[in-house]
Nanobody, 120 residues
Framework: QVQLVESGGGLVQPGGSLRLSCAAS????????MGWYRQAPGKERELVAT???????NYADSVKGRFTISRDNAKNTVYLEMNSLKPEDTAVYYC??????????????WGQGTQVTVSS
């Protein structure tokens, strides 16, 4: 079992910045992928950014150049720095922890979500 706790969500004006944090605890394996997904009302959950324990990153096209994902493996924590925020970024942001072995998902855990609202 892995527990994920997000923090840092809130209300921000367009063009503003926000920093999300997610701390993982429990049965953490050193080799894993952590990242952020988001879901707006009436829409499907979508990938925002992921980062492997080795440092490889993947971003959604809609956030490239604006968001930056980082992680501290020693603290089992992943961050998402969001800049130049747009109203369309408004959503509930979920932290994800995933472990895959030979293309088999061994672990897949989600945080409770944190609300990000971009509005003037």
């Amino acid at each position: 079992q892995v527990q994920l706790v997000e923090s840092g969500g809130g209300l921000v004006q367009p063009g503003g910045s926000l920093r999300l944090s997610c701390a993982a605890s429990g049965n953490i394996f050193s080799i894993n992928v952590m990242g952020w997904y988001r879901q707006a009302p009436g829409k499907e959950r979508e990938l925002v950014a992921t980062m492997t324990s080795g440092g490889s990153t993947n971003y959604a096209d809609s956030v490239k150049g604006r968001f930056t994902i980082s992680r501290d493996n020693a603290k089992n924590t992943v961050y998402l720095e969001m800049n130049s925020l747009k109203p369309e970024d408004t959503a509930v942001y979920y932290c994800n922890y995933r472990r895959v072995v030979i293309n088999w998902v061994k672990d897949d855990y989600w945080g409770q979500g944190t609300q990000v609202t971009v509005s003037s």
